[in-house]
């Protein structure tokens, strides 16, 4: 027993003897020859063994040149970063006016109309955005008609026979006209061309549609804009304190589709500014 016993030891210490000679021996030539591959530089060896462990396998390196263009990618936002400071007050500039216009043409979803009516700078606004009190009642504004009557006798100096063939319009005629027009075309196509009630400006009493005596066929229609008496309007109005409150263009910020017809009084000062600068009311207002 003892004998076999002893030389079994003997014959695992001499085994692993060898195994350890045998690897060192091994591991010695693998670093000769990996020496002898990098001009026996030990530094570019070392480097060489470090890029071997964490290099990715040749299936990733296609894909490494993407990540390495992925930090590019990523430094390029730095850039703007440090130019934001002038780019973003611009951007907010552009965007304003559009977002608030998107707005313009879309209804608030409210419960009731307001207690009071809005007036800005002095001037009264009614726009969707801005609905007036089921009781405002004022009826048809005698500035108003005052300044359209003047405007009428200069026209007609230039033989143009002007007439206003609907100014003022209390709530519950703007409610039986809108719920007409949804009967008949629908709520989203009487929306563009009518206001629901409590949002006309008709019922501010200083809208004022204007057509010519005898030519009825352009009245509250977009070819009033092509004739003579509509050229002249929209030349002349702001002399008299009137303003073509919804341009053509500006649906996105008046809300409403452009009424060659339609005019609303705002006074001298505001509608001459407002043609001069050729903006809406909702522009020289600030909102
Ligand atoms: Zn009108």
């Known amino acids: 027993m003892k004998p076999t016993k002893k030389k079994t030891e003997f014959d695992k210490k001499f085994y692993i003897k060898w195994m350890v000679i045998a690897m060192t021996a091994i591991w010695a030539a693998i670093a000769a020859v990996w020496l002898s591959m ?16 964490t290099e990715q396998p040749a299936e990733t390196e296609q894909e490494a040149p993407a990540e390495e263009e992925a930090p590019v990618k990523d430094e390029q936002p730095a850039p703007e970063e440090t130019e934001q400071p002038e780019t973003q007050p611009e951007e907010p500039k552009e965007e304003a006016p559009e977002a608030t216009p998107k707005d313009a043409t879309v209804y608030p979803e409210i419960d009731q109309l307001p207690a009071e009516p809005t007036i800005v700078k002095g001037i009264l606004l009614a726009n969707k955005q801005h609905p007036l009190p089921e009781t405002y009642a004022p009826g048809e504004n005698a500035e108003a008609r005052a300044a359209f009557d003047s405007m ?40 563009r061309y009518s206001a629901r009630p ?46 073509l409150r919804y341009p053509e263009g500006k649906e996105q910020i008046t809300g409403y589709m452009h009424e060659s017809w339609h005019f609303r009084y705002v006074g001298k000062e505001a509608a001459t500014a407002i043609y001069q600068q050729n903006i809406t009311l909702e522009e020289y207002l600030g909102i």
């Open 38 to 53: 990098h001009n026996w530089d030990t530094e570019e060896s070392m480097q060489a063994l470090a890029r071997a462990f």
């Open 152 to 191: 009428a006798q200069a026209a007609a100096k230039d033989g143009l026979q002007l007439t206003a063939f609907s100014t003022y319009r209390a709530f519950d005629r703007q409610k039986q006209l809108y719920d007409g027009y949804v009967a008949k075309d629908g709520q989203a196509a009487a929306d």
């Open 198 to 243: 409590g949002f006309s400006e008709h019922q501010t009493g200083l809208a004022f549609d204007i057509g010519e005596a005898g030519q009825e066929q352009h009245w509250a229609s977009a070819s009033f804009g092509d004739t003579a008496g509509g050229k002249w309007v929209k030349e002349n109005a702001h002399k008299y304190g009137f303003i």
